[in-house]
């Protein structure tokens, strides 16, 4: 008896509460339109310059570049031309890599804006964009650690006030009326605004969001996922105050849970199982580092979510098994997922620690604060987080989101750079809250008030860090004045050493890396730190702008553009019948530029083999493109084959059959 009274009192508080929340909340005075219209009108600007800048400008001002790129082109232009939207093919054979998603989107694109290459990387460039400005969204909802549940953000005009109000001295907000005036905190301070720029302008995100592959489509809607996950995730939690249960009474996921379940099935469209199996992993592990594991089942209502992802990744699966049998299975399933999670695929075998090095260049220069970012999140104090409102999670979940993805791709045997890209939102999320505490800690620093300290204050690592991006600056500078000396390994564009160094950018790219690390060291030196974020920003984009994007120009003009034009060339010379060889390399480009097929064979004798034992009456001469040592090595004399063109280190020539007998 004596326990329902104290039940019965405790929820007659708990109504007292809300009640007296909503009549603050009824008497607050309204923000002008224009004072609540701004913050988002210059918001939607930086996320529009922040894509310019990443992922559209000069987007498709290059060609293809091989070997990948040109493979996915392809396949996605034969389907347009075949109408066979099931299985993929690429030079006339099955191409089992990768499942349908990225070819029906470059599809889509190629009638929309024609066959080129604005088309097949415009899908990377718009989930690149998405996923930015979803993350952006995310960060605007966060609260911080050690805030109250009852606290929320409800648009950017409340993140920009509750990020201005830390500041003000206590005379200003006891007393509205007070003289004291306290500097505003610009809205690029603000919270979204750097998780914004940290997602997009990485060179990692940069690179695979201006490439015409289906990498940033899985971490389009991987990553995507994981954040409407945790958008859900502290909905719940607005229900549950707002409805006094733990679990809604619906039977189906609340839209955030949805959305999750929706881009999973996209992300298994888009490179199979690894679409699923790695947000499970970092979902279940958070829920069970928390002990709410039950709770977040419940909540997600699974069964709900799987009959979603089955309706929507299915069908394409049943599909093209149907069509291509156990020959699918073994290439999809076994091969490129099973065998290359662990076993060697394609020799890209790699050590241990080698994402530690890709993070650390892939995610420059804000890698530098991924340790004490991880630090800041204290996660050894389990019982600290259980305690938190679910809306101030974020980075802890981040933590696990970068963690798990790090580690499952470190014990897979096969490794590629690309492996950890879905990593890149999370670290940009960690370090992004670091920021945050950083100008919130350098503004304290200015006033003469002591804030209180929280339990997971910032390291004392950080003036070493501060130190060392000043180090690794220097560092990238003097790579790129020299790096000229470890360019000449492609015998695609031999002379590209010279013409780099021949066209200045390496000494742009050096000078704006120096420039941006003394900008640093003077900032530190006048203790002005929170600025060190913006110089580092400064510098990237300026080394984009004037480095970087010169630079695709001049590798695209080295590599790749002697093959385009002699695939005009091709085209125009190839007469009826007539069959294009490849010989001593791989350069899928020429099948997307030619639309034709080309067979290609990297062994000079098997490529003399199947000349000889080949047999074509309606064509007594082969297109025969190689490097001119090539040639030589084929048995054949100048006098033996028509020169059709020669352009970088490639020649074009016309040979009789009877040459190879």
Same mark, same amino acid.
Not at 274 to 287: A, M, Q, R, W
Not at 310 to 335: E, K, R
């Given at each position: 008896m004596r326990a329902k009274i104290l039940n019965l009192k405790s929820q007659e508080v708990s109504v007292k509460e809300v009640i007296k929340n909503l009549s603050e909340f009824r008497n607050r005075p309204l923000a002008k339109p224009s004072k609540r219209l701004a913050p988002l009108l210059l918001s939607i600007l930086w996320l529009c310059a922040i894509a310019s800048v990443a992922f559209l400008w000069n987007l498709g001002n290059i060609g293809l570049v091989d070997e990948t790129e040109p493979l996915f082109a392809e396949a996605a232009r034969q389907m347009t031309v075949t109408g066979d939207f099931i299985t993929p093919y690429f030079n006339g054979e099955t191409r089992f890599d990768k499942p349908p998603l990225i070819y029906w989107l470059m599809a889509?694109?190629?009638?929309?804006?024609?066959?080129?290459?604005?088309?097949?990387?415009?899908?990377?460039?718009?989930?690149?964009?998405?996923?930015?400005?979803?993350?952006?969204?995310?960060?605007?909802? %966060?609260?911080?650690?050690?805030?109250?549940?009852?606290?929320?953000?409800?648009?950017?005009?409340?993140?920009?006030?509750?990020?201005?109000?830390?500041?003000?001295?206590?005379?200003?907000?006891?007393?509205?009326?007070?003289?004291?005036?306290? !500097?505003?905190? !610009?809205?690029?301070?603000?919270?979204?605004?750097?998780?914004?720029?940290?997602?997009?302008?990485?060179?990692?995100?940069?690179?695979?969001?201006?490439?015409?592959?289906?990498?940033?489509?899985?971490?389009?809607?991987?990553?995507?996922?994981? =954040?409407?996950?945790?958008?859900?995730?502290?909905?719940?939690?607005?229900?549950?105050?707002?409805?006094?249960?733990?679990? %809604?009474?619906?039977?189906?996921?609340?839209?955030?849970? *949805?959305?999750?379940?929706?881009?999973?099935?996209?992300?298994?469209?888009?490179?199979?199982?690894?679409?699923?199996?790695?947000?499970?992993?970092?979902?279940?592990?958070?829920?069970?580092?928390?002990?709410?594991?039950?709770?977040?089942?419940?909540?997600?209502?699974?069964? %709900?979510? &799987?009959?979603?992802? *089955?309706?929507? +990744?299915? !069908?394409?699966?049943?599909?093209?098994? =149907?069509?291509?049998?156990?020959?699918?299975?073994?290439?999809?399933?076994?091969?490129?997922?099973?065998?290359?999670?662990?076993?060697?695929?394609?020799?890209?075998?790699?050590?241990?620690?080698?994402?530690?090095?890709?993070?650390?260049?892939?995610?420059?220069?804000?890698?530098?604060?991924?340790?004490?970012?991880? +630090?800041?999140?204290?996660?050894?104090?389990?019982?600290?987080?259980?305690?938190? !409102?679910?809306?101030?999670? =974020?980075?802890?979940? +981040?933590?696990?989101?970068?963690?798990?993805?790090?580690?499952?791709?470190?014990?897979?045997?096969?490794?590629?750079?690309?492996?950890?890209?879905?990593?890149?939102?999370?670290?940009?999320?960690?370090?992004?809250?670091?920021?945050?505490?950083?100008?919130?800690?350098?503004?304290?620093?200015?006033?003469? &008030?002591?804030?209180?300290?929280?339990?997971?204050?910032?390291?004392?690592?950080? =003036?070493?860090?501060?130190?060392?991006?000043?180090?690794?600056?220097?560092?990238?500078?003097?790579?790129t004045f020299y790096c000229y000396n470890w360019l000449g390994d492609d015998p695609a564009m031999p002379n590209f050493p010279q013409a780099i160094q021949q066209s200045g950018l390496l000494i742009v790219g050096g000078t704006i890396w120096i420039t941006t690390a003394v900008a640093i060291a003077l900032l530190l030196w006048k203790r002005q730190q929170r600025w060190i974020l913006v110089a580092n920003l400064i510098g990237l984009v300026a080394f984009i702008i004037f480095g970087l994007t010169p630079a695709y120009k001049v590798v695209d003009i080295n590599r790749q553009l002697p093959l385009r034009q002699l695939a005009q060339v091709a085209v125009q010379q190839k007469l009826p019948g007539e069959e294009f060889i490849m010989v001593g390399f791989w350069k899928p480009s020429l099948v997307f530029y030619t639309q034709e097929p080309v067979t290609y064979y990297r062994a000079v004798t098997k490529a003399i083999d199947y000349i000889k034992e080949s047999k074509n009456p309606t064509s007594p001469s082969i297109l025969l493109l190689g490097y001119p040592e090539k040639f030589v090595q084929l048995g054949l004399q100048p006098n033996q084959y028509q020169l059709l063109e020669s352009r970088g280190a490639y020649q074009l020539a016309r040979v009789p059959r009877q040459a190879f007998r």
């Open positions: 889509v694109a190629y009638r929309t804006l024609g066959v080129n290459e604005w088309a097949v990387r415009l899908p990377s460039a718009l989930c690149a964009i998405g996923l930015t400005c979803l993350g952006f969204y995310t960060l605007s909802k %966060s609260k911080e650690e050690g805030s109250s549940a009852t606290d929320s953000v409800t648009d950017l005009t409340d993140v920009r006030k509750k990020e201005e109000v830390r500041w003000k001295p206590e005379e200003e907000t006891e007393n509205n009326n007070s003289k004291l005036k306290t !500097p505003r905190l !610009p809205l690029f301070f603000s919270t979204p605004w750097i998780g914004a720029a940290l997602i997009a302008l990485n060179p990692q995100t940069i690179a695979w969001g201006r490439t015409g592959v289906s990498d940033m489509l899985l971490v389009g809607c991987m990553c995507s996922a994981l =954040l409407a996950f945790f958008l859900g995730y502290t909905l719940e939690e607005q229900r549950e105050q707002a409805e006094f249960s733990t679990v %809604s009474a619906s039977r189906f996921p609340n839209k955030w849970y *949805l959305t999750f379940y929706v881009l999973i099935a996209l992300a298994i469209l888009a490179k199979g199982p690894v679409g699923i199996v790695v947000p499970g992993l970092i979902v279940g592990s958070f829920g069970l580092y928390l002990g709410n594991f039950r709770q977040l089942w419940r909540e997600m209502r699974p069964v %709900s979510g &799987i009959l979603i992802i *089955l309706a929507i +990744a299915l !069908p394409w699966y049943i599909l093209v098994i =149907l069509a291509n049998g156990q020959t699918y299975i073994d290439s999809f399933f076994g091969y490129h997922n099973f065998q290359r999670f662990t076993g060697v695929v394609n020799k890209h075998s790699a050590p241990w620690y080698f994402y530690f090095f890709v993070v650390l260049v892939g995610f420059a220069p804000w890698s530098i604060y991924l340790p004490v970012a991880i +630090a800041r999140t204290r996660f050894w104090q389990r019982s600290y987080w259980r305690r938190q !409102p679910r809306s101030a999670q =974020l980075s802890l979940f +981040a933590l696990f989101w970068f963690g798990c993805i790090f580690g499952f791709f470190t014990i897979a045997v096969t490794k590629l750079p690309s492996y950890v890209l879905p990593l890149i939102p999370a670290a940009a999320i960690l370090v992004t809250l670091l920021w945050r505490d950083i100008i919130a800690g350098n503004e304290s620093d200015n006033r003469r &008030i002591k804030l209180e300290k929280k339990s997971n204050s910032l390291p004392r690592g950080l =003036l070493a860090t501060y130190i060392f991006n000043v180090v690794f600056l220097l560092i990238i500078a003097g790579a």
